[in-house]
């Protein structure tokens, strides 16, 4: 376990650019002053932003590429340039051993196909998946999986999904017996996809398993905090997380125009603004910012490609959690026991 | 053309019961005088809420039935009642041409199968969708399908789709060219499947058809206000639709929470009050009931089974404006025209 997390950066995906990148470093160092970077990516832009912040500098080693993957470049064309693109060199990284994890903002498919091949999915995981937490009105906050990362997936994908997803929420959340439930359309047996029904009958069987399967769930009760792990297909997962962050800034929208109709209630918002700005804090997806690819063999996390300095801050924050709380191991062992039940039940038959 | 629309109302459907329905015809009557009833269901439950609204007495006629569909039942099951259930009784009704359309708040799966043997699908249908409107920052709402009724979508499905939707947007919300969206995981012509990809190839060929092809939508953008017809599959509609509703929800939990946690905020929101309830009205998912299945020979509405008696005013609201749009003989129209240049393009092959 890293009492220092080495996180390797790529500091040239998506549309932010190095000085995001680097400012997001800062900020995440100011308040975990054990993190050490690599930073991947053109040493004449990222030295610039480095020199405005000078207490970060003693921690980063600058890696020079100016090879970049592009927003709209195939997965399969990526792939190519592993060795020479600040995102390859980053994920490279990890598969040396020379960093604890790696960070990029950019092209989630050319990173997930790079991820894929460099590190390999781990004994018993068919495709990895992309998690997140999502803010909830319970105590703590749940975890989501397939977010885009494989569009569509079989009833085994999902049971993979449910452990690996379980072992987020008993390691990063510390809920030991995690409740997971599979997003459907309809919480009755007989709702949704062959997979989807086939994956639940796999799970009730499952009970050796450190979670507890509690059936389906639908898309408006994602934030009531009834579950801790909801798991999806990469298709559905994707417009399930963008819908709600659009739902979210589309009522704030319409809320801005309440308070700005009228003098009258610009004077309520004045005075309700300490308030309003705690939810204000606790809706930004920037603190909710950094998803992980769970399954692989090594820790890739995934910052949102419009994501601020904060939300940067936040997913380096995500990247060594998961370093300091041995993920990568934890669902290894789940795997195994998983795996040690279900050739016992073959062997039984 | 139906100058008093004459709607066949399933009293019996639902979580919310004859009491509800009736009060919610009321509503809808005293906004629209011209408005008739046939209602199914059990007279005894039915009489004594229609003595609480009189003014609507002159403009209903009960039939009596029983029967009616339970929420968990099988469509394969409720099929074999058509004849004598509530939901099947109101359905019979517009096949027969003695109501206008039918209106339920019942199983929708059974609601479907039922619609769908008895009125039959249009011409160049192969299966029809369930399309609602949803709020947005534009000018007007959006029309959104299929929001359930079909799992799993082909090209040639999406496409139709697309072409109902259009003659909502056009009929009722009286957009003569309607700009039409996929919804995607991405916005670049290499995401999603591949049946999403054929569908998008189909709609920029199809230039003779009275919409505006725009490619690919994601889910953080439906409340934008830059699309009027958002197509997708039923399983990803659903998703989409309840995830928008229960962070709306969610959100506006945090607002109430963030305006009771202080004297300070209590006082400012006494001041806002005024202008927050516009937004409480905006986002009452009451105020958005009503879901039609486009592409039957003949016009079904379905009411959300929790909503309130406002709710089944909007949904009966929504039915007279079909009516009296005319809109399945313009959907008709429309797949004629459609069909017409597919058969012209095949022959010049």
Redesign the interface.
């Known amino acids: 376990m890293a009492v220092s997390p080495r996180i390797a950066i790529d500091a040239m995906g998506g549309d932010i650019g190095p000085a995001v990148m680097v400012a997001g470093m800062a900020r995440a160092r100011r308040k975990d002053r054990a993190l050490k970077f690599d930073v991947y990516g053109d040493e004449q832009q990222i030295k610039p932003e480095l020199e405005k912040h000078r207490p970060l500098m003693d921690a980063v080693t600058i890696h020079h590429t100016t090879d970049a993957i592009q927003?709209?470049e195939?997965p399969s064309q990526a792939i190519r340039r592993a060795k020479t693109t600040s995102m390859g060199m980053a994920i490279n990284a990890v598969k040396e051993g020379a960093a604890d994890a790696a960070l990029s903002a950019g092209n989630t498919g050319a990173l997930m196909a790079m991820a894929k091949l460099a590190l390999r999915t781990m004994p018993g995981i068919d495709r990895p998946a992309l998690a997140a937490l999502l803010?909830?009105?319970g105590q703590t906050d749940c975890v989501m999986l397939d977010l885009?990362a494989n569009?569509?997936c079989d009833a085994q994908n999902l049971v993979q999904f449910s452990v690996m997803g379980s072992a987020y929420a008993r390691t990063v959340l510390g809920i030991s017996k995690p409740r997971v439930k599979l997003?459907n359309?309809g919480t009755?047996e007989?709702k949704?996809?062959g997979e989807l029904k086939e994956a639940a009958a796999l799970l009730r069987e499952a009970t050796y398993l450190p979670l507890k399967f509690d059936g389906f769930t639908?898309?408006?009760?994602?934030?009531?905090g009834d579950v801790d792990v909801v798991v999806t297909d990469?298709?559905?997962g994707?417009?399930?997380?963008?819908?709600?962050?659009?739902?979210?800034?589309?009522?704030?929208?319409?809320?801005r125009?309440?308070?700005t109709?009228?003098l009258?209630?610009k004077?309520?918002?004045?005075?309700?603004?300490?308030?309003?700005n705690?939810?204000k804090v606790?809706?930004d997806p920037n603190n909710h910012n950094g998803a992980v690819f769970l399954g692989l063999n090594g820790l890739v996390v995934k910052s949102h490609g419009s994501a601020n300095y904060k939300g940067v801050a936040n997913a380096i924050g995500v990247a060594a959690s998961m370093v300091r709380n041995d993920i990568t191991r934890k669902i290894g062992e789940d795997l195994d026991n998983f795996r040690a039940h279900a050739f016992a039940g073959d062997a039984a038959e």
């Open positions: 927003a709209s195939k803010p909830t009105l885009g569009t569509e997003l359309i009755e007989l949704g996809t639908e898309g408006d009760k994602l934030s009531r990469g298709f559905s994707n417009i399930a997380l963008k819908t709600a962050e659009g739902t979210a800034r589309f009522v704030t929208d319409l809320l125009r309440a308070f109709s009228s009258r209630s004077a309520g918002f004045a005075l309700s603004k300490p308030a309003l705690l939810l606790h809706l």
